[in-house]
């Protein structure tokens, strides 16, 4: 499985950037699947996720503000952001469990201006 992540970019607080995760296979078949991130100096923190019964979860710090979806045509997950803050600012990572296997795309940096 390759997971491709894209959309990061440079922004200033307040701004939003959506990002996404194209799968090499239909995605519809992943249950878990996640958007990571590893921020200057910190570990790799689980943003967002989908259960393995579909719902969502959130880390705290980005409740209300970070959305995650899925289009299963597009074999596609998206992080939205919204207003964005310089604490988000990290290298994001998107992730899937996709039978007994467990995978990570390459990464997409994120920073954010104060």
């Known amino acids: 499985v390759q997971l491709q992540a894209s959309g990061g970019g440079l922004v200033q607080a307040g701004e939003s950037l959506k990002l996404s995760c194209a799968a090499s296979v239909p995605i519809f078949r992943i249950k878990i699947m996640a958007w990571y991130r590893r921020a200057p100096g910190k570990q790799r923190e689980v943003v967002a996720r989908f259960t393995s019964i579909g719902t969502t979860l959130y880390a705290d710090s980005v409740k209300g503000r970070f959305t995650i979806s899925r289009d299963n045509a597009k074999n596609t997950m998206y992080l939205q952001m919204n207003n964005l803050k310089p604490e988000d600012t990290a290298v994001y990572y998107c992730?899937?469990?996709?039978?007994?296997?467990?995978?990570w795309g390459q990464g997409t940096q994120v920073t954010v201006s104060s």
């Open positions: 992730n899937a469990d996709y039978y007994d296997s467990n995978y």
